[in-house]
């Protein structure tokens, strides 16, 4: 059986990103799903990322080279494709106001922009995220819903090895265990914290879903959503050691010292922390994907940070 979006069976998705942390497990999700998947790859990544092409080529994933400052070759790519999902990131978001343009010159049906992480609206005015992503993403979005095409938007949760190895400090460092914490903003926040291959899993099946036209969904399975505290508590319950806890009340001062990938981690942690970007209830007219897709098993918070003391 094909999986089908109420304009018709979805038979061919191409995914920009691919080749990407996330974009390729994605992909790979996607070949589960009995559809047919395109992978577009830049030149030079088919010789760079040879292994993780390999990967997605078992998959059963279709590799289309392409250039993405050729219009000709990226609608001739997306002629006959139902739905593109986006998994660009950093510079590359914002291609997708082009790519937007050239999916519905070519038909396709839906399009699912490259977020997957916090809801880039609260971003909007705040002099403090200025220069980030979340900038471009909200500019995209507007696009999105404004092109006439179908959407489908996944946002509102984070991946779990940016955040939970350090207990909600975001560092590439797997310390473990932590001896210190900090803690932003008296910890009030609640964030959603989910793996990167439970994400996929979860997204493939979402943009291949009719339920989930023209709607915003979200990841925050019960148990997942933590405060900085309840991660720290989670911790001590699993590996039996204490940590420091160290009060950070607001990253506004250092924030605006900052610069470059420094920015950008103060940033994240600050969208997520202090303005509590994946805190607020749910709205109603908006859905959660592990309600729709109960049958998908996830690893859970304490479990992944069980697995970190061993
Ligand atoms: N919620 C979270 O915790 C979280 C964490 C990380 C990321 N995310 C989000 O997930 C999405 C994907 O992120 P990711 O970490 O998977 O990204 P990634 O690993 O950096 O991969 C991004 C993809 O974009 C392509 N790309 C990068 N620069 C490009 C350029 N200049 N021109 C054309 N293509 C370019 C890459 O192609 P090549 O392979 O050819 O370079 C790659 O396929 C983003 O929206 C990101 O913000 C969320």
Redesign the pocket.
């Known amino acids: 059986m094909k999986s089908s979006l109420g304009t018709g069976p979805v038979k061919r998705v191409l995914v920009f990103?691919?080749?990407?942390?996330?974009?390729s497990k994605l992909a790979e999700c996607l070949a589960l799903e009995q559809v047919c998947v395109v992978a577009w790859?830049?030149p030079?990544?088919l010789l760079g990322?040879k292994e993780r092409l390999d990967k997605l080529r078992i998959a059963g994933v279709e590799i289309i080279e392409g250039d993405?400052g050729s219009r000709s070759q990226i609608l001739a790519a997306l002629t006959g494709v139902h739905t593109v999902v986006s998994?660009?990131?950093?510079?590359?978001?914002t291609?997708q106001l082009e790519l937007l343009g050239i999916a519905k010159a070519a038909g396709v049906q839906r399009f699912v922009p490259?977020?997957?992480?916090s809801s880039p609206e609260m971003a909007a005015n705040d002099p403090c995220m200025e220069g980030s992503?979340f900038m471009t993403k909200q500019a995209v979005r507007g696009a999105v819903l404004a092109s006439g095409m179908a959407w489908t938007i996944l946002a509102g949760?984070?991946?779990m090895h940016?955040f939970l190895p350090r207990l909600g400090e975001l560092s590439a460092e797997l310390q473990c265990p932590p001896e210190e914490v900090q803690v932003f903003c008296n910890g009030q926040y609640k964030a959603s914290f989910v793996t990167l291959e439970n994400a996929a899993a979860l997204a493939a099946k979402v943009v291949l879903d009719s339920r989930t036209t023209n709607k915003f969904i979200h990841i925050r399975p019960p148990g997942h959503h933590l405060s900085q505290p309840e991660l720290i508590h989670t911790w001590t319950r699993v590996s039996g050691q204490g940590v420091q806890q160290i009060p950070v009340p607001s990253l506004v001062d250092s924030i605006r010292g900052s610069r470059g990938a420094e920015r950008a981690r103060l940033q994240f942690t600050y969208y997520i922390w202090e303005r509590g970007s994946q805190s607020a209830t749910i709205p109603n007219d908006e859905l959660e994907a592990c309600k729709l897709y109960p049958h998908v098993s996830l690893v859970s918070p304490s479990a992944y940070l069980a697995a970190l003391c061993t």
Do not use: I, N, P, Q
Request: proline share 0%; glycine share 16%; net charge neutral.
């Open positions: 990103g691919a080749t990407g942390s996330f974009g790859v830049r030079d990544t990322k993405f998994c660009l990131s950093g510079v590359a978001l291609l490259s977020e997957y992480g992503v949760f984070t991946f940016y």
